[in-house]
C-alpha cells in the first residue's frame, strides 16, 4: 500500500513563506522522481515542480521559478516544497506524486503512478 500525505498548509500573507512536506510509504522512496502539483477553484491541475531521483535535478513551472525551491531527503522518505514571495495566486491545494520516470514530459503532464491528497494553502493580500 503506497501512500503520500502532504503537510505544512496554511493561511501566509502575501510575501511570506510556507514549507510544505510529503511523507512516503510503501515504495520504494529512491526509485522514483517526485512532483508537487497545485489545483486552486475552478481550475486545472497544474505543474509547480519536479525532483529526480536523487534530488540532483529540478525543473519548476516559470511561474514559481525563482521563490519555490523542491528538495528531497531519501532517508526520510520526504520531499519539500519551500515556497517563498507567495502571492494571492498561489492560492490552492498542493499534492505530491511520485513516478517512476522522470523527463520533462512525464513529469510536467501529470502522469504520475502515485498521488497524495493535497493540503490547503491560503495566501492572503
Known amino acids: 500500500q503506497v501512500q503520500l500525505v502532504e503537510s505544512g498548509g496554511g493561511l501566509v500573507q502575501a510575501g511570506g513563506s510556507l514549507r510544505l512536506s510529503c511523507a512516503a510509504s510503501?515504495?520504494?522512496?529512491?526509485?522514483?522522481?517526485m512532483g508537487w502539483f497545485r489545483q486552486a477553484p475552478g481550475k486545472e491541475r497544474e505543474f509547480v515542480g519536479g525532483i529526480s531521483w536523487s534530488g540532483g535535478t529540478t525543473y519548476y513551472a516559470d511561474s514559481v521559478k525563482g521563490r519555490f525551491t523542491i528538495s528531497r531527503d531519501n532517508a526520510k522518505n520526504t520531499v519539500d516544497l519551500q515556497m517563498n514571495s507567495l502571492k494571492p495566486e498561489d492560492t490552492a491545494v498542493y499534492y505530491c506524486a511520485a513516478d517512476r520516470r522522470f523527463t520533462i514530459a512525464t513529469m510536467t503532464g501529470g502522469v504520475y503512478d502515485y498521488w497524495g491528497q493535497g493540503t490547503q494553502v491560503t495566501v492572503s493580500s
Open positions: 510503501g515504495l520504494t522512496f529512491s526509485s522514483y522522481a
